[in-house]
Every structure is written in C-alpha cells, then in structure tokens.
T-cell receptor, first 115, second 115 residues
Framework: KAGVTQTPRYLIKTRGQQVTLSCSPI?????VSWYQQTPGQGLQFLFE???????NKGNFPGRFSGRQFSNSRSEMNVSTLELGDSALYLC??????????????FGPGTRLTVL | GQQVMQIPQYQHVQEGEDFTTYCNSS?????IQWYKQRPGGHPVFLIQ?????EVKKQKRLTFQFGEAKKNSSLHITATQTTDVGTYFC???????????????FGKGTLLTMNP
C-alpha cells in the first residue's frame, strides 16, 4: 500500500497570504489528522476529520481550517499568514477512526516558511 | 489541565551506551503510544501499550507502562547510529470541552550520537 502523501513538500509565502496544503491518506483510511510541528512547541494537534466531518479540533485560531473530501483526501488552509505559522505541517491517517487508540501513519509533511 | 511531560529533552550518548526516555502524565491513561522521528523525517509508530505494568520488547528497545498507567519509559540497549532521532510519546487527552480525546504528543527526546 502506498503511504500518506502530502503536497507540496515545501512552500514559501509572505505574511498576509493564504495557503492550502493537501493530504492523501493510505487507501482505506477514513480518519485524517493534521499536526503542526515547530522546534519550540513540538507536535501540536490541529484537527481531525472522519468521513468528511470535523470530529475534533485543537487550540488554534480560526485562520486554520480544513476539510475532507468523499475520497478521504484532506486539505488544510491557513489564511492571513503570520511569521509564527512557519512550521512543518504533518498529516496522519488512521484506519479505525479512533484517534486516541489508532496507530497514526504520518506523511512526509509540508515545510511552510512565512517571510 | 491535563498534560504529558517527557524527559530528558536531549540525550547525547556514545555508540553502545544505553538510552532511556520517560513520559509522565498528570492523569491516568487508557493507553500510550511511542513514535520515532529520524532527522528530516516524519514520526513513525513504534508501539502501543495498554495494560497496567505492561512491558514490550522490540529487539534492543524495551517499552514499559507504569502500574498506575500514568508513566511510561522507552529504553534502548547498546545504542547504534540507526537509533538517532527524536522519540515521542503520545497519549489520548481530553480535548477542550471534554467531549473528545485528541492524541497529545510529548515534546520528545532527541537522541544524538558521536559519528
């Protein structure tokens, strides 16, 4: 089976712009979670989608949003970018749809740099 | 509030030495997962512990879950260069509002080694 894929792998944006990141989960996985990873804060949970519905959301401002399509592919969007949004954005998929107990299969991440 | 602490933050060893990282929670956990992230890579699932006092081994890696299910450890015997990376514990903690659980990662322990 192919692993989790994320596009693009690298992005450079300027403050105030918006960005959309894409994630394709492992075939058959219906749960997709997004994480932000920074050196200072570590891995922080953004949100989780299951069957096109957002089931869980972390403590991030409303500028961070996401969605999931019927084929389980997911996108996340960050509007009005700030310098502090520079991070590695990781997508993870799981098969059973129970985030608290499922193995999370991570993609390679999108490295976002905000100038 | 609920949180998970992981120590140490960094550990530098000589090849062949042992390594241990600890994860501590303020609340009783239903389970704990461990992940490894190689430099420049993404987190990869290692193991999940569920039972009180559980001990699991994977070759040179030994994972333990405390009797009270509030702490866990990962011990590597006779480290090798392939062990270099960051080791994270991940636990299900209640999300804001208490209606959902999110997988919360510790800050990780970075294991480095002399070449």
């Amino acid at each position: 089976k192919a692993g989790v894929t994320q596009t693009p792998r690298y992005l450079i944006k300027t403050r105030g712009q918006q960005v959309t990141l894409s994630c394709s989960p492992i075939s058959g996985h219906r749960s997709v979670s997004w994480y932000q990873q920074t050196p200072g804060q570590g891995l922080q949970f953004l949100f989780e989608y299951f069957s096109e519905t957002q089931r869980n959301k972390g403590n991030f401002p409303g500028r961070f949003s996401g969605r999931q399509f019927s084929n389980s592919r997911s996108e996340m969007n960050v509007s009005t970018l700030e310098l502090g949004d520079s991070a590695l954005y990781l997508c993870a998929s799981s098969s059973m749809g129970t985030v608290s107990t499922d193995t999370q299969y991570f993609g390679p991440g999108t490295r976002l740099t905000v100038l | 509030g609920q949180q998970v602490m992981q120590i140490p933050q960094y550990q530098h060893v000589q090849e062949g030495e042992d390594f241990t990282t600890y994860c501590n929670s303020s609340t009783t956990l239903s389970n704990i997962q461990w992940y490894k992230q190689r430099p420049g890579g993404h987190p990869v699932f290692l193991i999940q512990l569920v039972k009180s006092g559980e001990v699991k081994k994977q070759k040179r890696l030994t994972f333990q879950f405390g009797e009270a299910k509030k702490n866990s450890s990962l011990h590597i015997t006779a480290t090798q260069t392939t062990d270099v990376g960051t080791y994270f514990c991940a636990v299900p903690l209640e999300n804001s509002g208490g209606s959902n659980y999110k997988l919360t990662f510790g800050k990780g322990t970075l294991l480095t080694m002399n070449p």
